[in-house]
């Protein structure tokens, strides 16, 4: 039998899907990728901007609000020692290369808006917000405080909900609006290392590569340019003339060689859903390359595998399956080429002894590679017997009729920096993915992914009486 309560809840926001809809498409229009910092905005004038459009929407509904000095900020209502959370970010990936809709302007094509953080993660953040103003509305005097918080930096490395820590109490259960139906209950550990080699010289010399945006996104854009001795020329020439990659162009300026590759960005979480432009252009160099310096470039292209096997710390576990390797950025800088991994490693790995791992791989190449952490963030992981796991797996089935398992995945969000707070679901089948171009988010999903968190975030207060 539904709960009378929730009817009301959810009827309220059907009530509001104009209002929720035309907010949501405001929020979209703020370009709010990671900026120069600025007074009171610590990533950019336009994450400043969102977050201010939302903290004011809290306040013209009432709710008691928190600025963290642009870091982050939240809205909150009710009463009582028991706090439920949920956490969505405001800050979105670079928008990168191929767009046929305007990526900030939240044009509705279809039934599709269509836009950056479309679905990563204004969009269910604001249904997130909404489902929070309609329990208020209802339910005013629920026995539980409601907050609805605001990160700024979420995709550059956690540094809004660090600082949100630091001041604010963590709460009794909490949600993060920012994977999949019903809930992640384990979440990969995440590491960024960069790999650093002297640029190789000799008769095929490497001047310059450069490509990626984020170590989190699929490099879908890299160009390099390496000269060419008159001892090696003839040996690239009949090499070039068998080239086969459709996707990378070449051409001689003098006795350089200028390459571009084209590839596709996907989330770096799932490496294999994209197309890595830097590794097409290092197997090119591999494959071009004279015998005199072919395994340098050959150890290179096998570092950009997406198992970790180029870096020695390929492997599984039972709960999480494979690690995963994300080739993000690559660049030249003060005579050495630098690549910046993104990893995703299984939940029951430590990323201390997958770092000594690699070294010790790196140690037994031909060629000087050296390893620098630059980040590392352990896995999250749940039983599916926790309260917080199991109630948010019988709201999904009660809304959605399906059951389905809780999921682990290699993606990252605020829940594994937050205490007791798991992530939850943001979009169902022809939503578009995250990271990717003309990311887009059904209306109707909007509107049922709020109905479905307001679901979720009632039971959670009760259950925390």
């Known amino acids: 039998m539904p709960d009378p309560i929730v009817a009301k809840i959810q009827d309220w926001l059907r009530s509001h899907e104009d209002e929720l809809l035309q907010d949501t498409q405001t929020m979209l229009r703020f370009a709010s990728v990671e900026g120069e910092a600025a007074p009171n905005a610590p990533y950019g004038p336009e994450n400043r901007q969102a977050l201010d459009f939302a903290l004011g929407l809290c306040e013209k ?14 809205g909150e209502f009710g009463q009582g020692d028991r706090l439920v959370v949920s956490l969505g970010h405001l800050d979105v990936v670079p928008v990168g290369h191929g767009w046929k809709h305007e990526p900030f302007g939240a044009e509705i094509d279809e039934g599709y808006i269509y836009s950056r953080g479309s679905t990563d993660d204004k969009g269910p953040t604001m249904a997130s917000l909404y489902a929070m103003r309609a329990i208020k509305e209802v339910c005013p005097n629920i026995p539980a405080r409601m907050r609805q918080v605001f990160g700024c930096d979420e995709e550059s490395g956690f540094k809004c909900v660090e600082r949100y820590m630091e001041t604010e109490e963590p709460p009794t259960l909490g949600v993060a609006p920012d994977s999949g139906w019903p809930c992640c209950h384990a979440e990969k550990g995440i590491a960024d290392f960069v790999v650093s080699t002297p640029l190789p010289a000799g008769e095929f010399e490497l001047l310059e590569v450069t ?10 854009a890299c160009s390099a340019r390496v000269k060419v001795a008159a001892s090696a020329r003839k040996h690239v020439d009949e090499k070039l003339g068998d080239a086969w990659d459709a996707n990378l162009s070449f051409a001689w300026d003098g006795d350089v060689l200028n390459i571009n590759a084209k590839g596709k960005a996907c989330h770096g979480s799932i490496p294999f859903g994209g197309d890595n432009a830097a590794i097409r252009v290092f197997r090119f160099l591999a494959e071009i390359a004279p015998l005199s310096c072919q395994s340098n470039y050959e150890e290179i292209f096998l570092m950009g595998h997406i198992s ?6 390929h492997g599984r576990d039972d709960v999480s399956k494979d690690l995963t390797s994300n080739l993000g950025v690559v660049e030249t800088k003060d005579g050495k080429l630098e ?68 999921i682990v995945m290699g993606g990252g969000t605020y829940a594994r920096a937050i205490p007791n707070t798991v992530s939850i679901g943001t979009g169902w089948e022809g939503d578009g993915n995250a990271h990717e171009t003309d990311e887009r988010l059904k209306v109707d999903h909007l509107f049922k992914m709020s109905r479905i968190y307001a679901h979720i975030l009632y039971r959670l207060a009760m259950l925390s009486q």
């Open 61 to 74: 509904w009432g709710l008691t609000t928190k600025d963290l000095e642009g870091h982050a900020g939240w």
């Open 211 to 220: 490509g990626g945006q984020r170590p989190n996104i699929v490099i879908d």
């Open 339 to 406: 690549m910046l991994f993104n990893i995703r490693y299984p939940v029951t790995w430590k990323g201390e002894e997958m770092a000594e791992r690699c070294r010790e791989y790196l140690a037994g190449l031909r060629h000087s590679f050296t390893l620098e952490v630059v980040r590392d963030s352990p896995s999250l992981y749940f039983p599916l017997e926790h309260p917080l796991v199991s109630t948010i797996c019988e709201v999904v089935k009660a809304e959605t009729g399906e059951e389905r398992p809780p």
């Open 308 to 313: 970790g096997v180029g870096l020695g710390i």
